[in-house]
Structure formats: C-alpha cells, structure tokens
Antibody, heavy 118, light 110 residues
Framework: EVQLVESGGNLVQPGGSLRLSCAAS????????MSWVRQAPGKGLEWVAG????????YYVDSVKGRFTISRDNAKSSLYLQMNSLRAEDTAVYYC???????????WGQGTLVTVSS | QSVLTQPPSVSAAPGQKVTISCSGS????????VSWYQQLPGTAPKLLIY???NRPSGIPDRFSGSKSGTSATLGITGLQTGDEADYYC???????????FGGGTKVTVL
C-alpha cells in the first residue's frame, strides 16, 4: 500500500525557516517524480515544486523560487522541502504527492500545516 | 486569478449529471494533458482523471474526462450525495514551467 506521511509543519515567524519531510513507503520511491502541493486555508490547490527521480531536475512555482528548495534522499525514501524567508502568504497545508508522467498526482499524503505569523 | 478557469459551483439533483469546465490556453491545456481531482471536506485531494480521459483503478465510470482545444471537461453522471466535494483541474504550463490548477468547483447535490 502506497503511503506518504508528511511532518515538520509548525508555527513560524515571518522571515523564519522550516523544513518539511515526507516519508514514503509501499512503492519504489527512487523511480518516481515527487511534488509538494499546498492549500491555503479556505483556498484552492497550488503546486509548489517537483523533483525528478535522481534529484537532478527541479521545478518551482514563481512565488517560491529562491526561497524554497525541494530535495530527496532515495536511500531513506524521503522527500523534503526547505522553506526560507517565510511569508504570511505561505501559510497553508502542505501535501506531498507522488507524480506521474504528464504531471498527474496519484497519491497524496495527509498534509502538514505551516502557519507563518508573528 | 487562476491560469485555468473553472466555474465556482455547479449543482444538480441526485441521479442527474453535472459537467465542470476548465478553460486555459495554448501554453497549458492546449498542449498538455489534463488531470482532475476530487477533494472531500477535510481530506487530501484524490486523482479522478489523468491524461485527459483516463480513470485510475477504483474510480467508477460515472466520472469521465474530455479535452478539446484549450478546454477540458469533467463529467459526473448518476450524481450521489457522496459526490459533494470540490473538484480541481490541473495541467503543466509550458510558459510558466509549472503545474497549474484551476480555482476549483464546488459540486452540490440538491
């Protein structure tokens, strides 16, 4: 059974940093693209970043470029999102999602809440 | 303002059919594959349709997808109360080099 479990969400002050983790199991993690997708309270979905199987290719939405970094450790079947210079508008539930060819997301974690507030 | 445009809400009686449109441009829907997601209240999104019109294993054939030009459509037949949810379309955008989602459509079963 495919499982994705996010962790690391927390309350952080504006300008602060946070690192999210996603532990994957039930599939061969090292052969799949992975993504982070977020959802602000009461709002729609926003894709944040994606990474290829060996970690050499990464894509980001414009609003997080230069501030967020996606990475992975295939030995640990884990996906990460390093978030720096956090802003109030980054407040959201962050989902880890397995990504297929042509960018559909077929499995999602339960999400982890990041709140940016003073 | 989303790059992909969806109606905010649609509604129909149980057993009826609803369609949800997703309008984009040549940089996204026109030249890429579309996916559709269902998000029940308080839960993570679930993939309903991928590559324009394919259903993952376990998704009933009451759900269907189609694409024409720069627009895509999700259809739900035999509407059930359990179908009340938010529905999102998504696709890659070649100009933005990013995945874009529509703003979401809330389906209400009357």
């Amino acid at each position: 059974e495919v499982q994705l479990v996010e962790s690391g969400g927390n309350l952080v002050q504006p300008g602060g940093s946070l690192r999210l983790s996603c532990a994957a199991s039930g599939f061969t993690f090292s052969t799949y693209w992975m993504s982070w997708v977020r959802q602000a309270p009461g709002k729609g979905l926003e894709w944040v970043a994606g990474i290829n199987p060996d970690g050499s290719d990464k894509y980001y939405v414009d609003s997080v470029k230069g501030r967020f970094t996606i990475s992975r450790d295939n030995a640990k079947s884990s996906l990460y999102l390093q978030m720096n210079s956090l802003r109030a508008e980054d407040t959201a539930v962050y989902y880890c999602a397995r990504t297929l060819r042509h960018w559909p997301f077929d499995y999602w974690g339960q999400g982890t809440l990041v709140t940016v507030s003073s | 303002q989303s790059v992909l445009t969806q109606p905010p809400s649609v509604s129909a009686a149980p057993g009826q059919k609803v369609t949800i449109s997703c309008s984009g441009s040549s940089s996204n829907i026109g030249n890429n594959y579309v996916s559709w997601y269902q998000q029940l209240p308080g839960t993570a999104p679930k993939l309903l349709i991928y590559d324009n019109n394919n259903r993952p294993s376990g998704i009933p054939d009451r759900f269907s997808g189609s694409k024409s030009g720069t627009s895509a459509t999700l259809g739900i037949t035999g509407l059930q109360t359990g179908d009340e949810a938010d529905y999102y379309c998504g696709t890659w955008d070649n100009s933005l080099t990013a995945v874009m989602f529509g703003g979401g459509t809330k389906v209400t079963v009357l």
